[in-house]
């Protein structure tokens, strides 16, 4: 809730306060408490402030651990996040082939990390409009994601269910269809009915059956 944000705001505050004078303001636990209060900012919607306060982060990060540590590529990828809401999705996107490009060298390219990356690239793609891109970026994870963990993992479903929204997009509803019943059938065994996965699923595919049905009666 709000007000618990708030609480974790003014505590993070504190801390931050009493580490950048015992400890330093480039101290590792320093920066922690940062991104931590940076993430409290982002989940109130505070988006200025903490672009602003990771940007800082990432600064310090890049020059005392260098641009190739996973606390740096973290920071960076929650940059790109941020860059996303805010509509600013070129940058986001080029902050996140960044990260992608160190993480595929150091990680390789079937790495969690590197796919996860590559999944936030797809969204960004989504985002601009640019379907076709997205799916085509999207379907390349799923055939790692399905080697790798499984198709009934949630990463896997996951990228399923980008796959079905692209193809809603572009107008392939029956495509799209069965995708959507495809990840909701297995989210509600493993997930159960009453899990937001699950509900969310549902939902997207109650509104794309409405779009079905309208586009009959046009006919």
């Given at each position: 809730?709000?007000?618990?944000?708030?609480?974790?705001?003014?505590?993070?505050?504190?801390?931050?306060?009493?580490?950048?004078?015992?400890?330093?303001?480039?101290?590792?636990?320093?920066?922690?408490?940062?991104?931590?209060?940076?993430?409290?900012?982002?989940?109130?919607?505070?988006?200025e402030q903490s672009k602003q306060l990771f940007k800082q982060v990432l600064e310090?990060?890049?020059?005392?651990?260098?641009?190739?540590?996973?606390?740096?590529?973290?920071?960076?990828?929650?940059?790109?996040?941020?860059?996303?809401?805010?509509?600013?999705?070129?940058?986001?996107?080029?902050?996140?082939?960044?990260?992608?490009?160190?993480?595929?060298?150091?990680?390789?390219?079937?790495?969690?990390?590197?796919?996860?990356?590559?999944?936030?690239?797809?969204?960004?793609?989504?985002?601009?409009?640019?379907?076709?891109?997205?799916?085509?970026?999207?379907?390349?994870?799923?055939?790692?994601?399905?080697?790798?963990?499984?198709?009934?993992?949630?990463?896997?479903?996951?990228?399923?269910?980008?796959?079905?929204?692209?193809?809603?997009?572009?107008?392939?509803?029956?495509?799209?269809?069965?995708?959507?019943?495809?990840?909701?059938?297995?989210?509600?065994?493993?997930?159960?009915?009453?899990?937001?996965?699950t509900i969310n699923t549902s939902l997207y595919l109650s509104n794309l059956l409405?779009?079905?049905?309208?586009?009959?009666?046009?006919?």
């Open positions: 809730s709000q007000g618990q944000y708030e609480q974790s705001k003014k505590l993070f505050e504190q801390l931050l306060e009493i580490q950048q004078s015992t400890l330093g303001s480039q101290h590792p636990l320093t920066l922690s408490t940062q991104s931590n209060l940076a993430s409290n900012f982002q989940y109130q919607g505070q988006y310090i990060q890049q020059s005392t651990l260098g641009s190739q540590h996973p606390s740096t590529l973290t920071t960076q990828s929650n940059l790109a996040l941020i860059l996303q809401s805010q509509g600013q999705y070129e940058q986001s996107k080029q902050l996140f082939e960044q990260v992608l490009e160190i993480q595929k060298s150091t990680l390789g390219s079937q790495h969690p990390s590197t796919l996860t990356t590559q999944h936030n690239i797809g969204s960004v793609l989504q985002y601009q409009g640019k379907y076709e891109e997205s799916e085509k970026l999207f379907k390349y994870i799923l055939e790692t994601q399905q080697l790798i963990f499984g198709s009934q993992h949630p990463s896997t479903l996951d990228t399923q269910f980008n796959i079905a929204l692209n193809l809603q997009y572009q107008g392939q509803y029956e495509q799209s269809k069965q995708l959507f019943e495809y990840v909701l059938k297995i989210r509600q065994s493993i997930l159960g009915p009453q899990h937001p996965h409405e779009q079905m049905n309208k586009k009959i009666k046009l006919q």
